[in-house]
């Protein structure tokens, strides 16, 4: 309880700060539009978990003894993925802050992605058991300039959604391509898709798309964290739908491809 409530306490003030660097950037009528926008789905977002965790607590604390097994166990369970719900949400925030900021890591270092994915893919369906990934297959090398953490975490947030999204037994697939001096990942699921209208837009920050089914689920972070590192290592992301105006989602990133031959930073032995 105490830790939710310090997660609360940072999230307040974490937003605050980010809804006061945008007014400050742009001082116009559509950025108090933003502005006012923002702070209600802050709200929201932290009002819907605080408001479940204690309402479990209270039941529990009121019924005590007099509550069955089965009963405490799914109130014990309602907490604890409120408060999971609420630290996503918190470390979502803090990292498009460092972002923000400048602050991020992009160590002027190289990754090759064929040699670093499975690894990554691998970690990413331990921590999301309900995901298919599989990868197709891809060229022996693909470095990029960038940090295989940044990488992990571009990487992460495209399959949560995949898991979130695309519904139960969901399946992502993988792929890398190297053509034209540049690499492409492209992560594809058979879900319900983003509509055409907002192909752009689900990289804006807090942008979700309305379904009132509940779908939106997370905190409208992930894809704008997602953009934020892909252009801090020189590359671009867009999602397109694989069959227009059915289902699906791709996104797709591309980046500069890090020559071998580049690497020393001059031409290769022999050529003057
Ligand atoms: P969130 O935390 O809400 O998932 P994101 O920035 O990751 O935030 O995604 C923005 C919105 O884009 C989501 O709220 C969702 O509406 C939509 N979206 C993202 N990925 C998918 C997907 N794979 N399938 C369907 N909708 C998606």
Same mark, same amino acid.
């Given at each position: !309880?105490?830790? %939710?409530? #310090?997660?609360? /306490? =940072?999230? /307040?003030? @974490?937003? #605050?700060?980010?809804?006061?660097? !945008? =007014?400050? %950037? %742009? /001082?116009? /009528? @559509?950025?108090?539009?933003?502005? =006012?926008a923002l702070l209600t789905s802050l709200s929201h977002d932290l009002k819907t978990p605080l408001a479940a965790i204690l309402g479990a607590i209270t039941s529990v604390r009121a019924l005590g003894a007099r509550m069955d097994d089965a009963a405490r166990s799914d109130l014990l369970l309602t907490i604890e993925e409120e408060t999971r719900r609420l630290a996503r949400f918190v470390s979502n925030l803090l990292d498009m802050t460092k972002l923000e900021a400048g602050g991020l890591d992009i160590t002027p270092d190289e990754v090759d992605l064929a040699e670093v994915l499975p690894g990554l893919i691998a970690r990413a369906a331990l921590l999301l058991p309900g995901l298919t990934v599989k990868t197709r297959p891809w060229p022996p090398s693909a470095t990029v300039r960038g940090n295989p953490i940044l990488v992990d975490q571009v990487l992460f947030n495209i399959l949560e959604n995949a898991d979130k999204y695309a519904g139960p037994n969901a399946v992502a697939s993988v792929g890398l391509e190297v053509a034209d001096g540049r690499v492409r990942l492209v992560v594809e699921d058979q879900g319900p898709g983003i509509p055409a209208d907002q192909l752009d837009r689900v990289f804006a920050k807090f942008h979700r798309v309305a379904t009132g089914d509940g779908r939106a689920a997370g905190t409208g972070l992930g894809l704008a964290i997602a953009k934020g590192i892909v252009e801090a290592m020189g590359g671009t992301i867009r999602a397109e739908s694989p069959i227009a105006g059915t289902r699906g989602t791709r996104i797709l990133i591309t980046w500069p491809l890090a020559a071998p031959n580049t690497r020393a930073g001059g031409p290769p032995e022999g050529i003057p």
């Open positions: !309880m105490v830790d %939710a409530l #310090i997660d609360q /306490a =940072s999230v /307040a003030v @974490e937003r #605050i700060r980010l809804v006061d660097d !945008m =007014s400050r %950037a %742009a /001082a116009s /009528a @559509e950025s108090e539009k933003l502005r =006012s």
